[in-house]
């Protein structure tokens, strides 16, 4: 299985009703992506300097699925999205490996 983990900062202006958008959008393509397992997107609450603004935890059966979430017309929608309402953004992809038992 592959995780697939963003961290977003989101600009002030508007900030709240951004994240709300974003999370409203993301949350929407469950189901609407094949290879698509799962999605959570959470909005931060730690005040920290170096936390980010919201995050989305994806999983996906294969690298193969990851990519193509990536270029999927729907995911593309909310990336333009993100794009104007963010400063930056943090990825990291892993697979997970289960032993067969």
Request: glycine share 2%.
């Given at each position: 299985?592959?995780?697939?983990?963003?961290?977003?900062?989101?600009?002030?202006?508007?900030?709240?009703?951004?994240?709300?958008k974003v999370q409203e959008r993301l949350e929407k393509l469950e189901g609407k992506i094949d290879?698509?397992?799962?999605?959570?997107?959470?909005?931060?609450?730690?005040?920290?300097?170096?936390?980010?603004?919201?995050?989305?935890?994806?999983?996906?059966?294969?690298?193969?699925?990851?990519?193509?979430?990536?270029?999927?017309?729907?995911?593309?929608?909310?990336?333009?999205?993100?794009?104007?309402?963010?400063?930056?953004?943090?990825?990291?992809?892993?697979?997970l490996d289960y032993p067969v038992e």
């Amino acid at each position: 299985m592959v995780v697939h983990i963003v961290m977003f900062k989101f600009k002030e202006e508007n900030k709240v009703l951004n994240m709300a958008k974003v999370q409203e959008r993301l949350e929407k393509l469950e189901g609407k992506i094949d290879g698509l397992k799962s999605m959570e997107v959470g909005i931060n609450f730690n005040e920290s300097e170096r936390a980010m603004d919201l995050s989305l935890y994806s999983t996906f059966e294969t690298q193969e699925d990851l990519k193509t979430y990536a270029v999927h017309e729907e995911h593309l929608k909310v990336v333009e999205l993100i794009k104007e309402v963010t400063l930056e953004s943090k990825v990291v992809d892993y697979m997970l490996d289960y032993p067969v038992e």
